[in-house]
């Protein structure tokens, strides 16, 4: 039996066949396609990799000039620099030496000590033009001769007492020498120290710099770090500060930040990994099966997770590296909302459900949900919420502009809501009062998806209460000690783990293609899989009439919402082409002449 | 205070020897399989590498730069093309294991198709890793593989991380000397090296120590 095959089956809250059945059935079985993944390995245009590493220079330049010219920014470095001269000049005052530090007993035998006390002497005795230097102790001995000093005589016999006055005048002139040689450096640094020299750019990989920043810009952080307490500015954060902000230079700023967290995650992740682990151009990455606890399979040397969304500037160029070698295509299959889908179904949530069901758009949905009296004033009251939301969208695509901007205003609380957010993180979020944090809240959980809220209350939690564990379906179960602190972590994985069934799909595809070698698994993605095909109708065709029932396959006994996944096809991972299913031969021909011919892609 | 377990051990290392021993395993019926592995690259090489990336990126091509950080990198745990195996350690209770020294590659090419074809049940802890060197040099698998590691975590899987900890010495190394466990260089120039044959015995013996106990788990789950 393949895993495929236990499909489709009960809701996990009513039949856990428990881990010894998840581990034979399913996690052992796809330990070869892992490493049938692994050694296949990605194919990389290196000069793509070129050309990504000019993009990133190019990005974190513009960035630099940016933050550089902003007046915020500006202001901030002039605001820091007073502090950082003043550290600075207690650091260099710290080095400076005194008199007494270079003030030593006369040594008759120092030539250093006889050249200051001659000429000492010489100037007591008015003969400052024979003054030098240096004296040598033949020298003095001649310039005794000539002066007819009985002190310069004293000198040449070394009968000089340390105690004597011009011994220790002498003394004191060279230490204010010695002591000028090593503090006046140091003097001339703090005079001519200027913002310029002393304070650096402003740098937006410091996480301290950025703490103090969003300080002067009077930011409440959104995030503290686990270990040190201190403010956390991640990208996500930036990404919900900005959009508390309509002003253009802090809007900048933002957009700065962001560009550089991406342009060090793609230099760093990929275009180093790329670099470090790429061999005859493959690069083999390491995927790690069950490297989460949702049982996502994690991946290292390079992690792909971390590959930038398509809305990012760098999705283009990185993925444009990833390529087909000569003779083949890449491809790539990926499930549509998949996490929605599963969790409109195990909740069984009406109008969760509706989304796919009756194709509802889902912002139109929420904001009728968040703010039904808003909506009321528009539309009137709502009696069939179906027909309410296709109006309500309709209004929006006709021009209605009270209804787009609640449409635009409902996109930020979602995901925080999806996730398990409370109404202190929605007030924060969307900068409204907690009041109405509270309302979109209780209207999210209460009236907009209460089959959810049903499920989270009173399947999960009171399983993980019972058992002390959840089962998230096959087997796979998820323990847990407290269950109040890790609620989000319980129930944002009772949906999760069904990404296994990208897995099982590729385990399904190896089986079926037997001894095939046209067609390549090569990697993983959360909800998708990437491989390379032979640029052939024929191979291609075998692949989609294959790969798309598979993935469609019901996981649920009596699932209502089904499964969703389309093949692409294309020269590299930027450009993809989507197939419809059971299509035929001429119709892929068609696209494969279509990428020959467009080489530029 | 647990019993620590002395782990017995014989090592082998011509082709001759080698073959005898593997005959006599086949007879085996389960077996754990662990592998040593190391760069194929001198620590010279990869320090010469090393210092090219750091000190003269810029008069490299990008071709040579390229070259120059994947010599600098390479370690045991890269891809089978830049690694080579030093021991592969069989563990034939949770006290005894056999160990092969690697000499060169048809030694290695040699176990690994043994391996490959081997009839019994393998015990491996993290068999990504080994499995994919297998099949990297043979181009197949053996039939029968539990991976301890992966049954391990099917059982303690968790919300909190700390509490799903599952490697082998995290799992077992209460069990056997303490020095086991702090081992932590595997670029060893003699391969007969008395402390890390020893090591690489504990690795092996407490695979199969760990798979005795999570069969009593997974039984009682079953």
């Known amino acids: 039996m393949i895993p495929l095959d236990l499909l489709p089956i009960k809701p996990p809250s009513e039949f856990d066949p428990g881990p010894t059945y998840f581990y034979e059935n399913v996690v052992k079985q796809l330990i070869p396609d892992f490493i049938r993944i692994m050694n296949s390995g990605l194919h990389i245009d290196d000069e793509a990799v070129d050309e990504l590493r000019l993009v990133l220079d190019g990005v974190l330049e513009t960035v630099e000039t940016r933050l550089l010219n902003n007046q915020l920014i500006q202001d901030f470095q002039a605001n820091e620099y007073p502090k950082i001269f003043a550290k600075y000049k207690e650091e260099v005052e710290g080095s400076m030496r005194t008199l007494a530090f270079y003030t030593k007993e006369y040594n008759p035998k120092n030539a250093v000590h006889r050249s200051y006390i001659v000429n000492t002497r010489l100037e007591l005795i008015n003969k400052l033009d024979l003054c030098k230097p240096s004296w040598s102790a033949k020298e003095v001995k001649a310039l005794s001769g000539y002066v007819s000093d009985m002190y310069i005589e004293k000198i040449v016999n070394k009968t000089i007492p340390v105690n004597d006055t011009i011994a220790k005048e002498a003394m004191v002139r060279l230490a204010k020498d010695k002591l000028d040689i090593w503090n006046k450096p140091r003097l001339n640094k703090i005079s001519n120290a200027t913002q310029e020299t002393l304070l650096p750019p402003f740098n937006p990989g410091s996480s301290l710099q950025l703490s103090k920043l969003f300080e002067f810009l009077k930011v409440e952080p959104l995030a503290f770090s686990k270990d040190t307490g201190a403010a956390s500015w991640g990208r996500s954060q930036v990404e919900e500060v900005m959009l508390t902000t309509d002003d253009p230079v802090r809007l900048d700023i933002y957009e700065a930040f962001i560009d550089f967290s991406f342009s060090s995650i793609v230099r760093k992740t990929f275009v180093e990994g790329f670099d470090k682990f790429t061999i005859d151009h493959l690069l083999h990455g390491n995927f790690k099966l069950f490297g989460a606890k949702t049982f996502r399979p994690t991946s290292n040397s390079i992690n792909l997770l971390n590959m930038p969304s398509t809305r990012s500037i760098y999705a283009k160029p990185l993925k444009k590296c990833i390529i087909a070698p000569p003779g083949y295509v890449v491809w790539t299959i990926d499930f549509a909302a998949l996490e929605d889908r599963v969790i409109a179904n195990l909740s069984g949530d009406v109008n969760k459900l509706n989304v796919f069901v009756e194709g509802l758009d889902g912002h139109s949905l929420n904001a009728c949900g968040y703010w039904p009296e808003k909506v009321a004033k528009e539309l009137g009251p709502n009696t069939d919420n179906v027909a309410y939301v296709q109006k309500f969208k309709a209004a929006v695509d006709a021009g209605n502009k009270v209804l787009k901007k609640i449409r635009t205003e409902s996109k930020a609380p979602t995901f925080g809501l999806a996730y398990g957010a409370y109404p202190k993180k929605i007030a924060d979020t969307i900068k409204c009062s907690m009041e109405v944090a509270t309302e979109i809240f209780d209207n999210y959980h209460n009236s907009l998806y209460p089959g959810i809220t049903n499920f989270r209350e009173r399947v999960i939690i009171p399983n993980a209460k019972r058992d002390g564990y959840i089962h998230m379906g096959l087997g796979c179960r998820m323990y847990v000690d407290d269950i109040e602190k890790d609620s989000r972590t319980l129930f944002n994985s009772a949906s999760q783990f069904w990404s296994i069934l990208t897995l099982i799909a590729i385990h399904r595809l190896h089986n079926e293609m037997k001894e095939r070698t046209d067609i390549v698994v090569n990697a993983t993605i959360y909800d998708a899989i990437y491989g390379i095909v032979e640029d052939t109708p024929e191979s291609i065709k075998w692949l989609n009439d294959t790969i798309c029932p598979i993935m469609e396959q019901d996981f649920l006994e009596n699932q209502t919402v089904p499964n969703e996944a389309n093949l692409e096809i294309g020269p590299n991972w930027s450009y993809m082409t989507e197939l419809p299913h059971n299509c035929s031969i001429e119709h892929i021909q068609g696209v494969i002449d279509e990428l020959r011919d467009d080489k530029t892609k | ?222």
């Open chain 2, 1 to 222: 205070m647990k019993h620590t377990i002395e782990v017995s051990y014989t090592y082998y290392t011509t082709r001759f020897s080698i073959s005898k021993v593997l005959a006599t395993l086949e007879e085996v019926h389960t077996l754990s399989l662990d592998f040593e592995t190391q760069a194929q690259y001198s620590l010279e090489e990869r320090a010469e590498a090393k210092l090219l990336v750091k000190k003269h990126q810029d008069e490299l091509s990008s071709k040579d730069l390229r070259l120059s950080k994947v010599v600098a990198n390479c370690s045991g745990l890269s891809h089978p093309k830049i690694v080579k195996i030093t021991h592969v350690i069989f563990g034939l209770s949770e006290s005894e294991a056999i160990i092969i020294i690697i000499n060169d590659y048809k030694a290695q090419k040699q176990v690994l198709e043994w391996i490959a074809e081997y009839k019994g049940k393998f015990l491996i802890h993290n068999s990504l890793f080994d499995l994919k060197l297998v099949h990297y040099h043979t181009g197949k698998l053996p039939k029968d593989v539990e991976d301890t590691q992966l049954a391990a975590r099917c059982l303690i899987n968790h919300t909190q991380d700390w509490h799903c900890k599952t490697g082998l010495k995290h799992l077992m190394g209460g069990y056997y000397d303490p020095k086991w466990t702090l081992i932590d260089s595997y670029d060893i120039q003699d391969y007969k090296d008395e402390a890390f044959l020893r090591y690489c015995a504990i690795d092996g013996a407490s695979t199969f120590k760990l798979w005795e106990q999570l069969q009593e788990h997974l039984k009682e789950d079953k």
